[in-house]
């Protein structure tokens, strides 16, 4: 059945990954795995794809509430009952929408409520009530009740002609009428944001984003999602929110061991929300992972923003040891074997994602997904890239967002599709090695930090080369 | 930290063979309640090295479960479950170290962290 989902306009590339990752937890591709993974959308006619109405096939309502209630962008799933380029349309569509499909909703022991939305503009509230008058065709029977209705009925009017919503215009009026199937509880962000945060880091993942990536994987209760950058956990709190088992390393120690104090720590993250504490929290590092030989297939999910050079560098093992020809090789003496720090080295990107993809083909079970953030540098309007590619993945999602002007990060969704062989895990052992003989070559290549921040990159020169055009866009809908 | 994280690590010293299990110092251990899901453990039954959480659960003063390896068909048993779960999720070592079999060096655990970062030579 067809349903209209209104997304909220925010945040436009996670919208459609996040709900079909959510119909596939809840079971709309188990009859057909070999799908594709994704839903039948549709467009209202003149729509632009950025527009926040599309229309979604679904198998039934249950799915439907069950995908629009967990997810975080969905404003709302309706059940159309009718839709017009004027009102007197409407009032026919909906006049001869099947009875047996309203009669139960319109009882008169029931409550409802309806609302006059719009995107773009604001309707008075003079308009909205005589809007809502006009709908007296339909026979309700029911007591209206706006803090707890039962039943919510939408009226949305998309014209947003000759309004600046950040879309180009539509030319048809569109007006649509239908029952609230479910929606989004945004009252999480507030609940989670950042600032409320006892503990928090440079870096600490933004409370929506990290709802949707633990949505991108799939979270549920008897699940374990491991992020190997852990940091202050802000990724793993949403994790742990819709019930899933957590565990988390991070290469420094002071982060996940002892934080701002005893009240003022990972833990204590977990423990404002009345969250399940993490599995466990470890000082590792990803690109020597301690897990046993022949350990694997443990994690249903690993959610991470690795440490890309541009906000936070990554570091790994090794430190001055790598440095070769700069330093003698060094040994600890063994009276200061106790308590030695040992120094870190810094971690390329490549390096880094290199080594999480072997971490997740090994240690994720079959259908496991790996979700984290990769870094792209943009200076053209179209994002072509070429994402970093593993034989036992599969891409099904990425999501951009853009960060400024020179740089996106991108949300890559991965599921695991193959079996970590022999001859796979040989060919990353040997990478491995590449990158460790050849450090110095590896950090100079692909230096983000300079790129982004430096000031000489996508200059001025570059703009009055191209004189007379307008050099930002009006439109480029993903800074939303 | 819980003895499922102790089931899933070794020592990545360079050059060693045998780095699993690590043998548990103890300095403090605590228990902490942790909801238990009975899928989860299901779950993880087959991923568990089961003589390692056996051993480790006894260091750690708790010897309930079984030596060897137990059937699958425990798995039905609520009374096996509230066992395993105990052992596996509730028992913390808070203070203590983890040994490398092979070659003794010893990553400590502080605050139920285990440290497992190697020195320059190790790696």
Same mark, same amino acid.
Not at chain 1, 71 to 75: A, D, Q, R
Not at chain 1, 194 to 198: A, E, G, M, N, P
Not at chain 2, 72 to 77: E, I, M, N, R, T
């Given at each position: 059945m067809w349903y209209l989902c209104v997304f909220y306009h925010r945040l436009l590339d996670y919208r459609k990954p996040e709900f079909e990752s959510l119909a596939d937890l809840f079971g709309v591709f188990d009859d057909n795995p070999s799908s594709s993974h994704s839903l039948e959308w549709k467009l209202p006619q003149h729509h632009h794809p950025d527009s926040p109405f599309h229309f979604v096939n679904l198998p039934s309502e249950d799915i439907a509430r069950k995908i629009a209630n967990r997810?975080? *962008? @969905? +404003?709302g799933v309706y059940e159309i009952w009718g839709e017009g380029s004027s009102y007197e349309e409407l009032k026919e569509a909906v006049n001869s929408y099947p009875d047996d499909r309203k009669l139960p909703y319109l009882t008169p022991d029931s409550t409802f409520r309806i609302i006059v939305d719009s995107f773009g503009k604001a309707i008075s509230f003079k308009d909205q009530t005589s809007r809502i008058q006009g709908m007296s065709y339909i026979p309700f029977k029911g007591r209206v009740d706006l803090?707890? $209705?039962e039943h919510k009925f939408w009226l949305i009017e998309t014209d947003d002609y000759e309004s600046n919503n950040g879309l180009p215009p539509i030319v048809d009026k569109r007006i649509f009428f239908g029952r609230e199937v479910g929606g989004a509880d945004r009252s999480l962000i507030p609940t989670y944001q *950042? +600032? #409320?945060?006892?503990y928090l880091g440079p870096t600490a993942m933004d409370a929506e984003v990290a709802f949707l990536m633990a949505n991108q994987a799939q979270a549920m209760p008897g699940k374990l999602v491991y992020d $190997?950058? @852990? &940091?202050? &956990?802000s990724i793993l709190v949403a994790a742990a929110h819709f019930g899933a088992m957590t565990m988390g390393a991070d290469i420094d120690i002071r982060v996940v061991r002892d934080g701002r104090g005893p009240d003022c720590n990972v833990w204590s993250n977990f423990k404002q929300y009345g969250l399940q504490m993490p599995v466990s929290l470890l000082r590792a590092d990803n690109n020597l992972p301690p897990w046993r030989p022949g350990l694997k297939e443990i994690f249903d999910a690993i959610i991470c923003d690795p440490p890309y050079g541009v906000r936070a560098g990554g570091r790994k093992s090794g430190g001055r040891k790598l440095l070769k020809g700069v330093v003698g090789p060094y040994t600890v003496p063994d009276d200061k074997r106790t308590g030695h720090i040992p120094s870190t080295a810094a971690y390329s990107l490549a390096e880094c994602v290199h080594d999480l993809l072997d971490l997740a083909a090994k240690m994720l079970v079959l259908g496991g997904r790996l979700v984290y953030f990769y870094p792209v540098l943009r200076d053209t309007d179209t994002l072509d890239v070429d994402f970093p590619k593993h034989p036992c993945f599969k891409l099904i999602a990425s999501c951009e967002q853009m960060l400024s002007y020179r740089y996106s990060r991108v949300l890559l969704t991965m599921v695991k599709v193959g079996a970590y062989t022999d001859e796979i895990e040989e060919a990353a052992r040997v990478q491995h090695l590449e990158f460790k003989e050849n450090h110095v070559k590896w950090m100079e290549e692909g230096n983000l930090h300079n790129a982004v921040f430096s000031s000489d990159f996508l200059g001025s020169d570059d703009l009055d080369s191209k004189s007379g055009k307008d050099p930002k866009k009006k439109y480029r809908g993903k800074y939303v | 930290m819980r003895l499922l994280t102790h089931n899933m690590l070794s020592s990545n010293i360079k050059g060693v063979i045998n780095g699993f299990p690590l043998r548990i110092e103890v300095e403090k251990v605590v228990e902490k309640q942790v909801d238990f899901n009975p899928d989860f453990l299901k779950n993880m039954f087959s991923k568990i090295d089961w003589k390692a959480l056996a051993d480790a659960s006894k260091i750690m003063g708790y010897a309930e479960l079984p030596e060897e390896v137990p059937d699958? #068909? @425990? *798995?039905? #048993?609520d009374e096996f479950l509230q066992k395993f779960h105990h052992a596996l *999720?509730? /028992?913390? /070592?808070?203070e203590g170290a983890l040994v490398c079999p092979e070659t003794g060096r010893r990553f400590p655990v502080n605050k139920g962290i285990p440290n497992m970062l190697l020195h320059e030579d190790e790696v």
């Open positions: 997810s975080i *962008l @969905v +404003k803090r707890n $209705p *950042l +600032k #409320s945060r006892t $190997p950058f @852990v &940091g202050t &956990g | 699958a #068909s @425990v *798995l039905d #048993s *999720l509730e /028992l913390h /070592l808070e």
